[in-house]
């Protein structure tokens, strides 16, 4: 059975470190893939708010969006091939899955699992020659938003072969990592989900009435209307499982401290809701 983190303490530097270095490696190994493929997931704070306070925890795995429409005529495969033709990439245990070990010191390597996305009208099986049987992306409905506006970061660190480097990625926007982070909230039980969403709107630039005027905005507004019903849903009060998924994250329950995570949560989404 696969460890699933819940705790900020099950997010352990090494592993923070070792998914960084995975994240430098995609960057490199796909740069001719550049424009079809986005970061999203737990490592979007990150990279876009790098001075907040407090720091957000990074991740410890990586999530790539690939967009449909710019991987047909056998760029699919040819992508899957970039990677597993590194020989440091293997299929893991979901069929969306690869993984791979990472040698940071002289401790046993750490495992990071790299996890490919695309919207839920896609088909990338239909791409030829079929390379791995059984793999293919997870169909997330919500992670159409990440083609909306990515941003495209130059990020800087190790490999996974220690070389030093810089490559640029795209990066899903803040308001669409919240929507995407919304739908994830109501379709899983993943603590980090609303420690990531909280993160963001805390942190957002030029505050939550700017992503609410964003989200407003939009011209395509299915999604948007799903997120904010799933947000309201979910935290309705103090009591509701949104507040109280940020207290189990930071390992409190029970106490005073664990009220504050949670009106904190609580707080800060109702502010976005009020303002929509």
Same mark, same amino acid.
């Not at 919500?142 to 495209?152: G, L, Q, R, T, Y």
């Given at each position: =059975?696969?460890?699933?983190?819940?705790?900020?303490?099950?997010?352990?530097?090494?592993?923070?470190?070792?998914?960084?270095?995975?994240? =430098?490696?995609?960057?490199?190994?796909?740069?001719?893939?550049?424009?079809?493929?986005?970061?999203?997931?737990?490592?979007?704070?990150?990279? +876009?708010?790098?001075?907040?306070?407090?720091?957000?925890?990074?991740?410890?795995?990586?999530?790539?969006?690939?967009?449909?429409?710019?991987?047909?005529?056998?760029?699919?495969?040819?992508?899957?091939?970039?990677?597993?033709?590194?020989?440091?990439?293997?299929?893991?245990?979901?069929?969306? @899955?690869?993984?791979?070990?990472?040698?940071?010191?002289?401790?046993?390597?750490?495992?990071?699992?790299?996890?490919? +996305?695309?919207?839920?009208?896609?088909? +990338?099986?239909?791409?030829?020659?079929? !390379?791995?049987?059984?793999?293919?992306? !997870? @169909?997330?409905?919500?992670?159409?938003?990440?083609?909306?506006?990515?941003?495209?970061?130059?990020?800087?660190?190790? =490999?996974?072969?220690?070389?030093?480097?810089?490559?640029?990625?795209?990066?899903?926007?803040?308001?669409?990592?919240?929507?995407?982070?919304?739908?994830?909230?109501?379709?899983?039980?993943?603590?980090?989900?609303?420690?990531?969403?909280?993160?963001? +709107?805390?942190?957002?630039?030029?505050?939550?009435?700017?992503?609410?005027?964003?989200?407003?905005?939009?011209?395509?507004?299915?999604?948007?209307?799903?997120?904010?019903?799933?947000?309201?849903?979910?935290?309705?009060?103090?009591?509701?499982?949104?507040?109280?998924? !940020?207290?189990?994250?930071?390992?409190?329950?029970?106490?005073?401290?664990?009220?504050?995570?949670?009106?904190?949560?609580?707080? !800060?989404?109702?502010?976005?809701?009020? =303002?929509?």
């Amino acid at each position: =059975m696969n460890f699933e983190p819940r705790r900020e303490i099950d997010y352990q530097d090494r592993q923070v470190s070792a998914a960084h270095r995975v994240l =430098m490696d995609i960057g490199q190994v796909l740069a001719s893939f550049h424009d079809s493929i986005v970061v999203v997931g737990g490592w979007v704070p990150d990279l +876009l708010i790098p001075g907040g306070e407090p720091q957000h925890i990074g991740s410890i795995d990586v999530d790539i969006a690939l967009d449909a429409r710019k991987l047909n005529d056998g760029r699919y495969a040819e992508l899957l091939n970039a990677l597993l033709g590194t020989g440091r990439y293997r299929i893991g245990a979901k069929p969306f @899955q690869l993984v791979t070990s990472v040698h940071l010191d002289d401790q046993p390597p750490v495992i990071v699992d790299l996890e490919f +996305l695309a919207s839920a009208e896609v088909n +990338l099986k239909k791409n030829k020659p079929k !390379l791995v049987d059984d793999f293919r992306v !997870l @169909q997330f409905p919500a992670c159409a938003v990440a083609f909306e506006s990515p941003i495209d970061v130059e990020i800087h660190g190790r =490999m996974i072969s220690g070389a030093e480097n810089s490559v640029r990625l795209l990066v899903s926007s803040l308001s669409d990592f919240i929507i995407m982070k919304a739908h994830a909230i109501g379709g899983r039980d993943k603590p980090k989900d609303v420690y990531d969403l909280c993160h963001c +709107l805390a942190a957002y630039p030029e505050g939550i009435d700017a992503l609410a005027n964003d989200w407003q905005q939009r011209s395509s507004k299915l999604l948007v209307e799903q997120a904010v019903a799933i947000l309201g849903a979910k935290f309705k009060t103090v009591a509701h499982y949104g507040p109280q998924q !940020l207290a189990i994250f930071h390992g409190e329950t029970g106490t005073e401290e664990a009220a504050l995570h949670a009106r904190r949560a609580y707080e !800060l989404v109702q502010k976005l809701l009020a =303002m929509l």
